[in-house]
Structures are given as C-alpha cells and as structure tokens.
C-alpha cells in the first residue's frame, strides 16, 4: 500500500542560538484546542550544569518564546523530557535530572493551562537505586486494560544499556516496573539497548528499540508489559540513535528514525516509515531531512492528531524543528 502526504508544515521553534547553544531531545505534545506544547533540554553543551529544560506552546501557528523549567537547588544538567496528557486535562512533564547518566533520578512536574505554566518538579521515584524510572525519552501509552506503559531503560553501573516498561494504574503518578527485555547477543557480544518506543494491537504490546549493533531491535509482550519475550534483530537500519513510533487509528504504525545503520553512525537523513501490517514491515514515505553525512537530525517525537502527525527532533543541536504532515 502507498502513503499519500496531503499536506505538510515545517518550522522552527526558534530561531538558532536564541535561547540557548546547545539543545536536544525534544517531546511534543498537540491538544485539542489546536495548540501543540513542545519541551527539550538546552544550555552550553549536553551534560554541562547550566543545562535546563525549557517548554513551548504553539498557538494560531506561532511558538512562543521558550521558558526554563529546573529543579531546585544543586545546579545540575538536565535530560530527555517526555510530555503526557492525563486524563482530567492536565500535562505532566518527566525530565532526567543529575550527573553522571549512571546516577540519573526522575523528576514530573504538572501543567494545568496548557502547558504556560508548570508546578515545582519533584522526584518522581524518591530514593529509587535501580537507575532512573518513568519514560526514558519517548511517550507513554495508554493500554487496554487500562494502565498506562512507559518505555524505560538504565544506563546504571549495574544495568548498563538494558530496558524495561513503568507500568502506572493511577495515570503516571506512581509505577511499578516490568522485568528487563532478555538482552541478545551478536558477533559474540552483548547488544546494548535503550530508549523503545511502543505500541500495542490486538497480539499484544510491541517495543522498537536503539542498539549499539547497528539495527533497530523489536520485543514483545503478552501480558501488558509486565514481561518481554527476548529482544531480537529487525531489518531496519539504526546509527545508535533515537527513535520513535506511533500507532494510527486505522492500526497502521508511523516510524521517524535514521536510516542508517552503524554504532555511533551519521544522524542523517531523517525519514519516515508507514507499516500497514502491524509493525513487521515498514516502507518509507517522506524525508524529513534528505541530506546525507555528518550532520545532526536526532532523537524525533512523533505523535499524531487523526492522520496528521506531529514531530519533532533536533537540528544540529542548534534549533528544534516541528512538522505536521498529513497522511491518508
């Protein structure tokens, strides 16, 4: 089957180097006003302590201008924030906070206006050992039966590169986690895996995953992400680098990735990918980058209202770039 762009919107939140030099790992969030609220971490350098996350709100087709959100105290980086609409209308925003990635903790914080204004972020998990908890980088889900799943993984001492789901009852307020995905090996040795994107049908609930090895890998589960079957090789390309998914309502599923395929590979292009048989075969329908070599297009978010899609994901770690595209 063929995808058909109808129509297709490309902008940029902010001008380059305008709120900060630095900026990556973006999440967007479209509500049913029409307005569209996108966050990311910015600051000198990824890592750096002076790093934030800051938010945006889109409305009548123009992004305000970004504002900082942090947590109190110790001046420490920031990471991958996540948005999420609950279901009394409120946005909860998840962020990473602290230095080395090995001793990241969660922090969510609420917004009650549409994303203009959010709470003081506090510790999601307090006193959690295990490596941080929650969405990791890409959105949560919500499942049939009720709860909601969130794509997690640890990059911790004790865990390296290896992932799991939060599962929430009471709509991202509090999680229990899943086991961990059986790892794999290849060429002898352990693949690294973090960051899934998911989805479910009505075989069960599905993760694609970035690895180490070159590939995109895909799990799943049958009992609503509290256990994975073991992790193994799809055909699609992947340089190391985030990725994300969405499933539309006529149960086809939207891939944004790299199509590349190396550890640590160029993030260009940037493209995106249409299955219409569950997820088992993805063919692709539209560049949003076409330009090859060593740049920068990374770490999407994607989402959709209908058939349009919302996406996100950085330009050259200087600006943030959102689309729309209309599909049918």
């Known amino acids: 089957m063929k995808t058909n762009v109808i129509n297709s919107i490309r902008e940029e939140i902010f001008p380059i180097d305008e709120v900060t030099e630095n900026c990556h790992a973006s999440t967007v969030l479209p509500l049913e006003d029409g307005t569209v609220v996108a966050a990311w971490f910015g600051g000198t350098k990824e890592g750096n302590d002076d790093v934030k996350i800051y938010v945006s709100v889109r409305e009548n087709g123009e992004w305000a201008k970004p504002y900082p959100i942090h947590v109190d105290g110790k001046e420490l980086p920031h990471w991958n924030p996540v948005l999420y609409l609950r279901k009394d209308g409120s946005i909860c925003l998840y962020f990473k906070y602290g230095k080395p990635i090995t001793k990241w903790r969660t922090y969510s914080c609420v917004s009650r206006d549409g994303g203009r204004f959010f709470t003081k972020p506090e510790e999601l998990v307090p006193g959690e050992k295990e490596g941080a908890r929650g969405p990791v980088k890409n959105k949560q889900i919500h499942l049939s039966n009720g709860t909601v799943l969130a794509p997690t993984s640890t990059e911790s001492k004790y865990f ?120 088992n075969t993805f063919e692709e329908f539209f560049k949003l980058e076409d330009i090859k070599g060593d740049y920068e297009f990374s770490y999407p978010a994607i989402t959709a209202v209908g058939k349009t899609l919302h996406i996100t994901y950085t330009h050259e770690r200087k600006t943030i770039i959102y689309w729309q595209v209309e599909i049918e």
């Open 160 to 279: 390296p590169w290896k992932c799991f789901t939060d599962i929430s009852e009471d709509d991202g307020r509090t999680y229990k986690r899943s086991k961990f995905v059986p790892g794999v090996r290849k060429n002898g040795k352990g693949v690294k895996m973090i960051q899934p994107t998911l989805w479910e049908d009505s075989t069960g609930v599905h993760m694609l995953i970035r690895s180490n090895a070159g590939k995109i890998y895909k799990s799943d589960s049958t009992d609503f992400g509290m256990t994975w079957c073991k992790a193994y090789e799809t055909p699609y390309p992947n340089p190391n680098s985030g990725i994300d998914l969405v499933k539309l309502k006529d149960n086809t599923v939207v891939l944004c990735m790299n199509p590349v395929g190396a550890d640590w590979g160029n993030r260009a292009p940037l493209v995106l990918m249409r299955s219409f048989d569950g997820g």
